[in-house]
C-alpha cells in the first residue's frame, strides 16, 4: 500500500498499537520464549549438520519460521479479541478491491482516473472517480459476509449520499476559481453520483439494479459492466488531468496519518484554518 492508506487501514494499525501496548507483559513473555525456542534450536541444528552453507540455510530457514508463527499468533489472536478490527480488515479488503477493479478500468479507458481516501470535514471519501461518460462518482466500498437487510441498506445508503455532498464540497473548492465564477455550484458543470460496490458473499444477494435511497449498490464483480454502461456528462481529458492533479493536491493538504472519525476535522485541516497569532503589540506609556 502507498501513503495513502484507507481509513479502515488506519484504524486497524491504532487499534493493534493499542492493543500491543496494553498486554506488554503477554509480549514479553512471548519474546522470552522465542528467545529459548532459538537458543534450543539452534545449537542442535549447528552440531548436527555438516560444516558447510547448508546449515545457515537451515538456521535461516528455522529463525524464519519461528519469528513469522509469533507475528501470526500476534495478528490472530488481535482479531479474536477484538470485533471492530475484524471489520476494519474487511472495510480494507473492499476498498482495495474496488483499487484493482479501477485499475482494469483506467486500463480498459472507461475512465480517466481516481483519487483514494480523501480527508474531510465529516469523514474520508473512499473514491471519487472522473469517468469518461459519467461525470464523477463517488464511489462507497463495502465488504459483507451476510445478506444486506433494508435497515443496513438505509444506512449504507445514507452514509454515501453524504460522502457524495463531501464531494462536491471538494469539487466546488476547485472549480470555481478556473472559471472565473465565485462559488458556483458543482452541479451546474459536473455530475456527482453516490455509488456503492459491495464485496464479499453479501454482493451474490444483491438483487439486479438495487437501489436504495437513490443509491445504487452494484455487485463487486458487476463493477466494469457499470462502468461501461454510462452514458451520460462527458469530460474531456485535459480537464479531467487537471482536476486529478488538484484532487490529489487537496488529499496531500489535508492528509493525516492518524484515523479521523467521520464528523471530526482532520489535524491537517486544523493547522490550516488556525488563525495566526498576532504580533505583540508595544505598551503604550
Known sequence: MGKFDPYSRRELRRRRRAWLLERKTMLALQLAVAVALFAFVTPIVWFTLPIG??????????????????????????????????????????????????????????????????QTTGGDIDHLVLTRTGGVVVMDSKWRTRRIDPDE?????????????????????????????HR???????????LVVVWGPA????????????????????????????????????????????LREFRLDTWSPLPVPPGTRSPASLRRSRPATPPPTAARG
Do not use: C
Request: a positive charge; zero cysteines.
Open 153 to 181: 441498506a438505509d444506512r449504507i445508503a445514507e452514509s454515501a449520499r453524504r460522502a457524495a455532498t463531501r464531494a462536491e464540497g471538494v469539487l466546488r473548492t476547485k472549480l470555481p476559481r478556473e472559471r472565473g465564477t
Open 203 to 246: 454482493q451474490d444477494e444483491l438483487p439486479p439494479d438495487a437501489e436504495r435511497g437513490g443509491v445504487r449498490f452494484v455487485p463487486g464483480r458487476a463493477l466494469q459492466t457499470w462502468l461501461r454502461a454510462l452514458d451520460g456528462e462527458a469530460m474531456s481529458q485535459e480537464a479531467a488531468t487537471d482536476l486529478l492533479a488538484k
Open 53 to 118: 552453507d547448508g546449515r545457515w540455510y537451515v538456521l535461516g530457514v528455522l529463525h524464519t519460521v519461528v519469528v513469522a508463527a509469533w507475528l501470526h499468533v500476534l495478528h490472530e489472536t488481535h482479531l479474536a479479541s477484538d470485533a471492530k478490527a475484524i471489520q476494519h480488515v474487511r472495510g480494507a479488503n473492499g476498498e482495495e478491491m474496488t483499487r484493482y477493479g479501477l485499475q482494469t478500468a483506467k486500463r480498459r479507458r472507461r475512465i480517466w482516473g481516481w483519487v483514494d481516501s480523501i
Open 184 to 194: 458556483a455550484p458543482v452541479r451546474s458543470s459536473l455530475t456527482v453520483t453516490p
